[in-house]
């Protein structure tokens, strides 16, 4: 039986297990990825690991998250990063160069590699044929200091792409009709391989875009074979002596197969404020803009300004819409000054912004209360953009600019009816990414040789081994869908804490209900509910560690999303799962205790625990878990049972 394309790099990388859907596998990672937000607690953990030297073939910190240097805390964190790379033998990018899916995409990924990254969009080099997980910064320190990682071998669906994208249709609708299809939890356990003859049509980079956004279907990860336009794409990075031809045999099977025809597509937007509450562009049209933001790490490359800049050419944007173009490199930014395309935009009454996620995160270009905003990017959850209550649209570069043409979301098709002099600029590919490096620092050129930590960068809390005992009060209900942004807000007051778990624990779920943090702490222990998909978007590990900062102990939940479930094992918070009707009946201030001996039921591999609620009544609680998982969450969470490992020899 022929191999699928996802089953060859995981062969080729395999150091534990076997490749059957559903086992646990380890495998070997060549590249790690990390960025601000996440990478300061990746480096305090590889260093309480007592690592001294970085192991993978390329690991790269990009500082693209909170890039603006509000105090002195973000800037010593960016400072600490620089050290931290330059002390372990990493690339380091500083701030204002640009998104780390992008950077890395132009600088380091590719074909048949592996890549892991602390950040929930690192597949986007899937597009280039490299296989690229996100995951919590535990698993990439660990990963980085020349560790397995371990994931359950995920189903691989084959999407067939056929035909073309007619004009005005763009690879955000391909992903978009995806989430259409599929929903936010479609992807869920699996990776979604790209085939047939649909692809060839597609360039790198728009392969990109979709690969980015599998993340919003819950996917693993997204992968496309190589081709000859992914050997164009290398080559004009100067990189071609990197492509090999990587791809699925003929026979390969898969577990399952979803057709796409391109050439059925039109232009399609995403409502408020789910990435798959999506509708033909035309079913919203008329709907008023007040902003409209390109850039990303989906639609903020070079190819996706520079339609938007063709598309403004000669024209000025709608006087009541601001419109912000944030390139998500400096390259893009650079080589868009050099051809002119900056000089366009800024004429036509755009915004031109530093290359940074920025807006996309809440931090910079917060929409007006009551306003409407529209964002090439891949999320839309509520208050994400930094208000509460936004209403935010995620829709190509083309129908960004439309609105921002118009004032009011349009179908571009019908725009370009009315104006008559609007073409569709289509996808068009520089033979050369020009541009300079200097804002890249690789290990050779390290400024630091030794740590340097400012007053708010804290050590990294442990905690103890699982009690034997596990009963808490239910502090929270929660309902479906809840994402790390609602566990800790990534807003920029909040996330200037991250390196210090004591302070940025206080905003813990504060956002579901501000008076948590403190019944928490109060409390001292608990238990959290919520119902499916709980811990959706991004791999903020700080969405676990301050929950167990805060003495959580369990999360009795419907279905979890995968990095968060994940992660809850790395900082020993025990993730049960629970069926709806037991849902249902659990009133936040309930009394809940695991009546099994929970360090023995986990470490025997025991599935089912009987859980009572108010001494009154009961129900089961699973437990899904590899062996590996299992000691890990007794041993009180991954830095403790990484030591103990590194102790036993
Ligand atoms: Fe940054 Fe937003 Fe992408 S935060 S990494 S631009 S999803």
Redesign the pocket.
Known sequence: MGQTLTEKILEDHLLDGELETGEEIGIEIDQVLT?DTTGTMVWLQFEALDLDEVQTEIAAQYC??QTYQFDFKNTDDHRFLRSAAGTFGAHFSRPGNG???NVHKENYAAPGKTLLGS???TPTPGGLGELAIGAGGLDIAVAMGGGAYYIEMPEVVNVRLEGELPEWATAKDVILEMLRRLSVKGGVGKVLEYTGPGVETLSAPERTTIT?MGTELGATTSIFPTDERTEEFLESLGRGEEYVEIGPDEDAEYDDEIVVDLSDLEPLIAQPSMPDNVVPVRDVAGTEVDQVII????N?AYEDVLPTAKMLEGRTIDKKTDMIVAP?SKQASEMLAREGWTAELMAAGVNVSEAT?GP??GIGHVPGSDSVSLRT???NFEGRSGIEDDSVYLCSPEVATAAAIKGEIVDPRDLADELGDLEDPGFEMPEEYTGSKADLIPPEDAVDDELIKGPNIADVPLKDPLDAHIQGEALLKMEDNITTDHIVP?SSDILMYRSNIPKISEFTLSRVDDTFPERAQAADGGVLVAGENYGQG?SREHAALCPMYLGIEAVFAESFARIHKANLFNFGIVPYTIDEETYEKIEQGDDIEVVDDVQEGIASGQNEFTIRVNDDWEATARLDASERERDIVVAGGKLSYTKQQAEEG
Do not use: K, P
């Open positions: 960025q693209d998250h998104i780390c899916h950040d929930s969009h980015n850039g990303s790490c989906t903020g998500a996620c996309c995160i990017f891949n999320r990534a991004s």
